[in-house]
């Protein structure tokens, strides 16, 4: 099987030791650098796999295998490490949600029916329709207001942990989690339905 | 909004959610008065919070790429491609669109499916020879193959295949929608078979079988799509370049790479039967990692079917012919689709099925098949563990990987064991522990070269003897796995080690050393774990003591709920609970804990069962008998259909149901069950194990307490089964013999008591015999000698010669025991 070659810069490993040994300030930088292959890894799974395999839950988990694979040091810690994954992952769906937009909307070849010809052929409904980018910004607008409710969102949205794990992955206790996830999901609600109430208008 | 407003939201949020309705009505109200916005916006909240879940929480990715596709699908539609119009989508595959089109050539009007293929699939070499065999692929015509029409590439170079366009189902949901019955499912998919063996002659395999590749038309054919493309996609090697086919139907060949043959269609066909028997695939793959996925294909055999509503013994041999077809080497399937064709035929015709196979090997292969994952992917993960520890040994520079292969396999194996000996008594399956002490072997080669690696397996090893009762050795192997971690700086297993080690003396119900160990952990973190927590409840025996650690260790996080240590605790904390007398707690603990495991784990997990069981004791100390025997009736039904009838688990769980029986003196429900046990245990571990022989002695104890007509009956096979024993211990085999002699004695048949004591075959050892059954032995031998006329200076009689010989050997035994004392 030809799987793509993903390698890191020796930078990326020096970060994760030191993300490894306690260092939370790093981890910006660190999704930034595990960006590339996760990015690679859903174009290359999108592409060998279609749709149904490429799922976020599979990437991560393989995405994890592969990178301790690589390294040469044990991940002591996979709940942390599944929480950077789902921030990276975070970033990957939504670049592909606006380049997917932005070449609907700039024409060329994929432009072959208007968009609201297509909006209207599919009804927007189901989970295949959702707006993943005006969740991205209510997720960022809650960030504002409170950072540790908006991180346990993305975590539950883009990982397939457990309560368990995200509890291990924030130091905080499952009851905690249990109480920002269910503020988070009501609050991200109801900015959506307001956020596309205001597209109409658009 | 502002900050603070923000917080204050969060805030009362956060607090008034769990109140009822109409409570934060009214505060909601009261509220509006003074700051009328932020109201409303809680208001809002706790309305979304009440009516409306937000869409998909996982799966963003796969969403998302959904969307692209449907995007993709968009730009085809309406579009005309050669001679044909695209009108809409019928589905998508890993393969690529399938869209309906209409043929516009001159006067020529027909709806055709056309299918548009994933680029990636096809590199230039491989096109070439896809396009070249179009002519070939058209000439493949049957009644149960959909015909191929055509193919080509769009003016961009992607190409495209053009089939005919079935109308209809699925084969799949065509029998769920006309609810066909087993024989009708199997008829049906003799169709499929006929398909199948059609291009099999022409020489073609198919390579990517799966319901939703088989659609049944308005008239009942079944129809295969796809054939022959999958030849010309791949590689002329036959070897799989790409893996677009679905995990769940594909064959262990098929995802090791190696060459395929037909053999890879019929395991297929395999998979496809059984989810269209039974309604599920064998596999459960969902959120499974491609590597985890593969180690299941490969090594996990499939369990067996449970078909909703319909006795395992109807459909056994459709059982064996399944087990046949998916065999995970390709040379142990059906050589032909015609002879698995022929093996459905004789079941439709009640006949013996070939797949059954010889007499010596059904009855192992049935022991395999009987116990599911259990037994046989045990086995199976043993052996892959030692090659995968052998690796290892050779080949360092592939340390890292063999070593997480090796880590899987103990996981695999450690969940197995579970699912193999659910009550955990260790008993014994002889392959498993020779199996076991082979890696065992291996394993101790690392202790000098691989220190390291070694800790590490070890641990998870002693956890796996641990678990199949083999505590003597995972003493031994543990104590030198803490040499080494302790020469290695390994801390983390040092502590999971020092944790193994009470729990070790636990088993060998050594309470003081256990104390002695958990007084000298010192690590805090050690002590705070959960499991270390329920080891201080297990080794302490106040109940009031227990209590609390168990309820400490239960709350703290860290554990799964599929933790079999976590989900055991609970059961002990009810225990204990009753012993403090507050039983109502203890009712509440459990049914909170099935509940739980319920959601969370379905109802037919095996620690789902295994805490229903635990309820039983409840419900029996609890004096509720009816509901204790409906329940008990319940949970056997249960048990039965998830794991089949003649499984060790269905057989515990009777025992289990024979003891509650016997406790409420309900003895004939309890001979019953007990009836069952006996039956499971014999064949499971023949008629002479230790096993079979204690729970046919519960039944003949039973079964004389009421009188019942069986009871010498049982009492007779029960010594016979003890004396031809070679496999229990004295003490045991001596217990048995006195106690069936004893029944024989009081229902005044003397000569099968003296026959029974002096048979040939027992020569017991009266200097180590347990002095109690001594002294019966020598009663119940001496009542029934004088019952039949012997006294200790018997007259030789001339009339009864044998009679004479029975009183000399009697005697003579009378005096070995007097001897012996």
Known sequence: MNEPVFSFEKPVTELLERWKSGDRAVEDELIESVYPYMRALASANLRRYGRGIAQTTELANEAYLRLQGQQTFDWKS????????????????????????????????????????????????????????????????????????????????????????????????????????????????????????????? | ?????????????????????????????????????????????????????????????????????????????????????????????????????????????????????????????????????????????HPNICTFLDSGMTDDGTPYVVMELVDGDDLQSYANQRNLSIRERVLLFQQVLRGVAYAHKSLIIHRDLKPSNILVDALGNTKLLDFGIARSLSTSNAVETERWFTAQYCAPEQLLGTALTTACDIY??????????????????????????????????APPMAIAGAKRSTYADLESILQKAMKKEPEARYQSVDEFALDLDSWLHGLPVQARGSHASYRIKKFVQRNKAVVSASVALVVALVGAVMIFVVQN???????????????????????????????????????LNASADKLLRLERSNPADFVALATRFVDVQYRVGQINDASKMLDRAMIVALNT?????????????????????????AVKLIDAETDPVAR??????????????????????????????????????????????????????????????????????????????????????????????????????????????KITSVFGQDTLFTGDAESIMAAIF????????????????????????????EWTLRE??????????????????????????????????????????????????????????????????????????????????????????NSIGCTENAVPSCTNRDQTETCRLGNQRLCEIVNAK
């Open chain 2, 528 to 637: 705070t774990h959960p499991e270390f927590l329920f080891l201080q409840g297990d080794a302490n025996r106040a109940a009031k003591t227990q209590i609390e650690f168990f309820r400490a260790g239960i709350l703290g996080a860290g554990l799964a709920v599929n933790n079999t240590y976590w989900v055991s605790a609970h059961w002990r904390l009810a225990d204990a609970l009753i012993r403090d007398k507050r039983v109502d707690e203890a009712t509440e603990v459990m049914s909170d804990l099935r509940q739980l495991l319920e959601n969370q784990l379905g109802e037919e997990h095996i620690l789902v069962l295994r805490t229903r069981m635990a309820q039983l004791r409840l419900l029996q100390r609890l004096g509720k008998l009816e509901e204790l025997e409906a329940e008990g009736n319940n949970l056997l039904l």
């Open chain 2, 696 to 785: 046919r002695l519960n039944l003949a104890l039973t079964l004389e307490l009421i009188d019942d007509s069986n009871t010498t009956e049982q009492f007779q096979i029960l010594a016979q089964s003890a004396i031809n024993s070679d496999v229990i211990e004295a003490s045991l085999k001596d217990f048995l013999i006195v106690r069936s002699a004893e029944h024989f004695l009081k229902i005044g048949d003397a000569r099968l008591t003296i026959a029974t004591l002096l048979n040939t075959r027992y020569q017991p050892h009266f200097e180590s015999m347990d002095s109690d059954y001594k002294s019966r032995t020598q009663r119940t031998l001496s009542a029934a000698l």
């Open chain 2, 397 to 435: 520079a592939r340390i890292r990987n063999e070593r997480d292969r090796a880590e899987l396999s103990l996981a695999v194996l450690n969940d197995a064991f579970t699912a193999a000996d659910p009550l955990q008594t260790g008993r014994g399956n002889v392959n498993i522990r020779e199996v």
């Open chain 2, 1 to 141: 909004m502002s900050s603070s407003d923000f917080q204050r939201l969060r805030a009362l949020f956060d607090e008034i959610c769990d109140w009822p309705r109409s409570k934060q009505l009214s505060y909601l109200a009261e509220m509006s008065l003074n700051d009328k916005a932020l109201a409303g916006e809680l208001a809002d909240l706790l309305d979304i919070e009440l009516n409306t879940p937000l869409p998909a929480t996982a799966g963003a990715l796969g969403a998302a790429m959904n969307t692209m596709q449907k995007a993709e699908s968009a730009v085809w539609l309406g579009k005309t491609i050669d001679r044909y119009e695209i009108l809409e989508e019928l589905g998508r595959g890993g393969m690529g669109i399938v869209f309906k089109a209409q043929r516009r050539d001159g006067d020529l009007q027909q709806t055709v499916a056309l299918k548009i293929l994933r680029r990636g699939l096809l590199d230039a070499r491989v096109l070439g020879r896809f396009l070249r065999e179009r002519q070939f692929l058209a000439s493949l015509r």
């Open chain 1, 78 to 202: 996979r709940s942390h490490f599944l929480a950077i994954i789902a921030a990276v992952t975070r970033n990957v769906v939504i670049d592909l949600m606006r380049e997917q937009y932005a070449s609907k909307r700039g024409g060329g070849s994929i432009n072959v029916i208007s968009i609201d010809h297509a909006d209207a052929q599919i009804p927007a409904t189901d989970d295949e329709d959702f707006d993943w980018i005006a969740l991205d910004c209510a997720l960022k607008a809650l960030a504002v207001e409170d950072p540790v409710c908006a991180k346990v969102a993305e975590i539950k949205l883009f990982s397939a942990m457990n309560i368990d794990q995200i509890a291990d992955a924030c130091e905080l206790s499952v009851s905690t989690i249990g109480r920002h996830w269910r503020f988070a999901k009501v609050w991200l609600t109801k900015r959506l339905s307001v956020k596309l109430n205001e597209n109409e208008f658009e």
């Open chain 2, 268 to 301: 297929s066909l395999g998979v496809v039967l059984y989810e269209l028997l039974s309604g599920k695939p064998p596999f459960q793959l969902a959120g499974k990692t491609p590597t985890e996925t593969e180690s299941v294909i490969v090594r996990t055999p």
């Open chain 2, 662 to 689: 016997r406790g409420v003196k309900k003895y004939d429900v309890a001979a019953r069950h007990s009836k069952n046990v006996v039956q499971i245990y014999e064949r499971q571990f023949g008629a002479s194990s």
């Open chain 2, 489 to 513: 700086g390994d801390v983390a297993s040092e502590i999971t080690l020092r944790r193994m080690k009470i729990r070790v003396a636990l088993a060998f119900r050594d309470f003081v050393g």
